[in-house]
């Protein structure tokens, strides 16, 4: 299966879980990346891998009426999910799409802003991408991206991968496609390869509480961890599960790491543009 098929078919299968409670890190930095790229009523924004909509949602109320927002995303449930509660919040100026970014066109110049919020990693070239991303910027505009840092659900995500090894070594990966950009130095790397060369870049320390080991799972059916689970037949399932979630009470795992860097750079005036 290609990487296309296999992002669609895991994020349709987690739209199950994605908006529950546990997983409320999507919506916290979502907000955050809206927050840093400072919208302005009436600007247009674009949202690649939107989800169902934990960055493009608030760009709208920050954007009003006179605004634009267009959220890009594989996964026909999460635009679904998207869309209705866009529908439920009046948010008219708000339109989801269901398209490859890597294959839909804008015209040069055609937003204030660009987004993408846990999803650059998800492109083969992510220079390529990113680049792409920068010539849709108008000048004086801006462009957020969101990643993964160091550390990502640890300290269960060790134990994943452990138990995971006892019954289906194939599926244990030591690498990560994010793994490249969890830090400042790695972020800033793919901005100045891409020709940014000035980019601003906070990084989010925080933890997700997990007021029950069932929780993790939860996240884990939410979360691209829904590969994984997909692979198991319904008796590795539960015992993988079951093994999972006893050690996790067993030492007591009460939170998570959810760690993240932002990073926004805005493009020079025109005169200047690359």
């Given at each position: 299966?290609?990487?296309?098929?296999?992002?669609?078919?895991?994020?349709?299968?987690?739209?199950?879980?994605?908006?529950?409670?546990?997983?409320?890190?999507?919506?916290?930095?979502?907000?955050?990346?809206?927050?840093?790229?400072?919208?302005?009523?009436?600007?247009?924004?674009?949202?690649?891998?939107c989800?169902?909509?934990?960055?493009?949602?608030?760009a709208?109320?920050?954007v009003?009426?006179?605004?634009?927002?267009?959220?890009v995303?594989l996964?026909?449930?999460?635009?679904?999910?998207?869309?209705?509660?866009?529908?439920?919040?009046?948010?008219?100026?708000?339109?989801?799409?269901?398209?490859?970014?890597?294959?839909?066109?804008?015209?040069?110049?055609?937003?204030?802003?660009?987004?993408?919020?846990?999803?650059?990693?998800?492109?083969e070239?992510?220079?390529?991408?990113?680049?792409n991303?920068?010539?849709?910027?108008?000048?004086?505009?801006?462009?957020?991206?969101?990643?993964?840092?160091?550390?990502?659900?640890?300290?269960?995500?060790?134990i994943?991968?452990?138990?995971?090894?006892?019954?289906?070594?194939?599926?244990?990966?030591?690498?990560?496609?994010?793994?490249?950009?969890?830090?400042?130095?790695?972020?800033?790397?793919?901005?100045?390869?891409?020709?940014?060369?000035?980019?601003?870049?906070?990084?989010?320390?925080?933890?997700?509480?997990?007021?029950?080991?069932?929780?993790?799972?939860?996240?884990?059916?939410?979360?691209?961890?829904?590969?994984?689970?997909?692979?198991?037949?319904?008796?590795?399932?539960?015992?993988?599960?079951t093994?999972?979630?006893?050690?996790?009470?067993?030492?007591?795992?009460?939170?998570i790491?959810?760690?993240?860097?932002?990073a926004?750079?805005?493009?020079?005036?025109?005169?200047?543009?690359?």
């Open positions: 299966m290609d990487k296309i098929k296999k992002v669609i078919k895991t994020y349709n299968a987690a739209a199950d879980s994605f908006d529950k409670k546990p997983l409320s890190f999507w919506n916290f930095f979502g907000q955050k990346t809206v927050d840093l790229a400072n919208l302005r009523q009436g600007d247009s924004v674009l949202d690649v891998c989800g169902s909509g934990a960055s493009a949602l608030p709208a109320r920050e009003g009426k006179e605004g634009l927002v267009i959220g995303d996964s026909e449930r999460l635009l679904q999910l998207g869309q209705s509660k866009a529908d439920a919040a009046g948010l008219d100026w708000i339109y989801f799409i269901q398209a490859n970014m890597e294959q839909i066109k804008f015209p040069r110049h055609r937003f204030h802003a660009v987004m993408c919020v846990f999803g650059i990693f998800f492109f070239d992510m220079e390529r991408q990113l680049a991303l920068w010539r849709l910027v108008k000048p004086t505009g801006k462009i957020g991206i969101t990643t993964w840092g160091s550390n990502i659900f640890s300290p269960v995500s060790e994943w991968n452990e138990e995971l090894s006892k019954i289906r070594m194939d599926l244990v990966s030591d690498f990560q496609p994010w793994d490249n950009i969890t830090t400042e130095k790695g972020l800033k790397e793919l901005f100045f390869n891409t020709g940014i060369e000035t980019v601003r870049i906070v990084s989010s320390q925080r933890k997700q509480i997990l007021n029950d080991p069932e929780d993790f799972w939860t996240i884990a059916m939410g979360s691209g961890f829904r590969w994984i689970i997909e692979q198991l037949t319904p008796e590795e399932r539960i015992y993988f599960k093994r999972l979630l006893s050690k996790v009470r067993a030492h007591g795992i009460n939170s790491e959810t760690n993240a860097l932002i926004v750079a805005q493009k020079p005036p025109a005169r200047q543009d690359l």
